[in-house]
């Protein structure tokens, strides 16, 4: 079932979209050679916790994490580890969701720890494009769900990357992931008409390899199969009469 949320509501989730960019933000701004993946995760927590609201993906199924960090070939799900150092040319993944008010925020962005190599800040720079036209294939009027997968798909393979198949966006409300879901892929005119009030987070999954994927032994890390990078870019969209609206972008 799709729940339509009404102003009053949204005007909630606007709250923990807030926290949700901005502990993001506040991840991004450490991400350096020799931090470790726990260190992000506890600044990203302690910023959460701070707000009032709890990490939405803390417990989330099992997961140990308030953030999924993932690196390189990692597509998402990555667990944060004392273990896990950043190094000079890695693109790490940060996904944070926080929850308050009776909603969550959900959204990723992908960091260049130093300096990292030119395809990789093409899959990064493409990863973004390729969501900002899925928010703009969501606006136009009569749009479905399936507008936005193809218009995803449709761009980063232009550039010879491709879109994870497996895992796709969703709804976002009082549950992290509801209905309806939000494939990077799809046929124009087809699937679920949007409508105003629907709360969705797009979130593109881009590889420069195949689209294939290997879940990992931990039951929770997904890497590319081929070994090629990853890159990951999310907002959670509410969809209003004057457009569509990033609830979690703060900057």
């Excluded at 949320?5 to 005007?11: C, E, S, V, Y």
């Excluded at 580890?81 to 929850?99: M, N, P, T």
């Excluded at 966006?169 to 005119?189: Q, S």
């Excluded at 409508?195 to 290997?214: L, Q």
């Amino acid at each position: 079932m799709i729940f339509v949320k009404n102003p009053d509501q949204i005007r909630l989730m606007r709250v923990a979209g807030r926290i949700t960019g901005e502990a993001i933000v506040l991840a991004g701004e450490m991400v350096r050679e020799g931090v470790t993946t726990k260190q992000l995760d506890d600044c990203i927590r302690h910023h959460i916790e701070k707000c009032g609201a709890r990490p939405s993906f803390l417990g989330y199924g099992g997961f140990p994490g308030s953030a999924c960090i993932s690196i390189n070939d990692e597509i998402i799900h990555g667990i944060p580890s004392h273990d896990r150092v950043l190094q000079e040319g890695d693109i790490v993944k940060i996904d944070v969701g926080a929850f308050i008010g009776g909603f969550h925020g959900d959204s990723a962005n992908t960091f260049a720890v130093g300096r990292i190599s030119p395809e990789a800040q093409r899959l990064i720079e493409v990863t973004r494009r390729s969501f900002e036209l899925g928010v703009e294939a969501a606006a136009r009027p009569g749009a479905r769900i399936g507008d936005i997968g193809a218009a995803v798909d449709g761009y980063v393979t232009g550039f010879g990357f491709s879109t994870v198949k497996k895992y796709v966006g969703h709804g976002v409300g009082h549950d992290l992931h509801e209905d309806p879901n939000v494939p990077n892929y799809g046929t124009p005119g087809r699937g679920p008409r949007l409508c105003t009030g629907m709360t969705i987070a797009i979130e593109p999954m881009i590889n420069a390899g195949t689209d294939r994927v290997r879940e990992m032994p931990d039951g929770w890390t997904v890497k590319t199969a081929d070994g090629a990078l990853s890159a990951h870019y999310e907002h959670t969209v509410a969809l209003t009469a004057d457009g569509p609206v990033l609830l979690t972008k703060v900057n």
